[in-house]
């Protein structure tokens, strides 16, 4: 995926997006390369890191609240309840990047090792994230 279209993206999120050479540590990944990372409202990447996990690590700062942006570096913490907000958000906006997709975005995560109770990617969002949705709702990132 073209970088100029990542960085867009991201852009209209309110984040930075860095991307650094092939060779090159990525700053901020929790998971080492080629995952991304993040440093305040920079997310880092290589032309190599998964479309998923641009997405997830930008998915985790739309969820934190400033006080968090602000020290952020490396680990995005939050609890069990946010981490399934960030999946959920990840996935509603896979569709607003062009390129890639929600079903492409499933797939990647199975493949990549999201655990979901019933299985997949899909059937979590499909059937079984009502909490992800609300938790989403209360702070005012998607509407009801």
Not at 4 to 27: C, N
Not at 54 to 68: G, N, V
Not at 97 to 107: A, K, M, N, T
């Amino acid at each position: 995926m073209p970088s100029q279209t990542v960085g867009d993206f991201l852009a209209r999120h309110g984040l930075i997006f860095t991307l650094v050479p092939e060779s090159a540590e990525i700053p901020g990944s929790y998971w080492g390369a080629p995952e991304a990372g993040v440093i305040g409202d920079t997310l880092y990447a290589r032309s190599d890191t998964p479309v998923h996990s641009i997405l997830h690590t930008a998915c985790h700062w739309l969820c934190m609240d400033e006080a968090r942006r602000s020290t952020l570096h490396t680990n995005a913490g939050g609890d069990d309840a946010e981490e399934v907000a960030v999946c959920y958000l990840q996935c509603l906006l896979a569709d607003e990047l062009p390129g890639y997709s929600r079903d492409r975005l499933f797939v990647d995560m199975d493949l990549w090792g999201y655990h979901f109770r019933l299985g997949s990617a899909r059937r979590w969002f499909e059937e079984d994230a009502e909490d992800a949705r609300e938790w989403l709702i209360r702070r005012g990132l998607i509407k009801p």
